[in-house]
């Protein structure tokens, strides 16, 4: 097997099942997402970011990590000035912060076994 070919095959089966974020300030809004990003998507946040447009990038973190059940995006890049000046701040941060969670102490197996949704 190529080396190529062995990185996209571990990248279907991470994204293979999708983890799900509960909102309880957004009408209790049920989010799925990835467990990670391409990183071609991962460059355009962290560049957002290294400019000082942190807004921004959470924004941009948002609209491309949240899905339907389906896998199909929730949000447009064109909703990223009203979630830049609309959205409560916290509640972004926090979402966005589970969805991007890849500290050691997090075991996207144990986290599936665990819940089928996360609350935040």
Known sequence: MDLLKAIIDHNEEVQSDLLCVVVPEWNNAKIYYKPSINLKAHERIE?????GKVAEALASALIIRALDQDGNRLLKNSDKHTLTTQANTEVVLRVVGVMSKEDDDFDLEETKKNSEEIVV
């Open 47 to 51: 560049d957002l970011k290294n400019k």
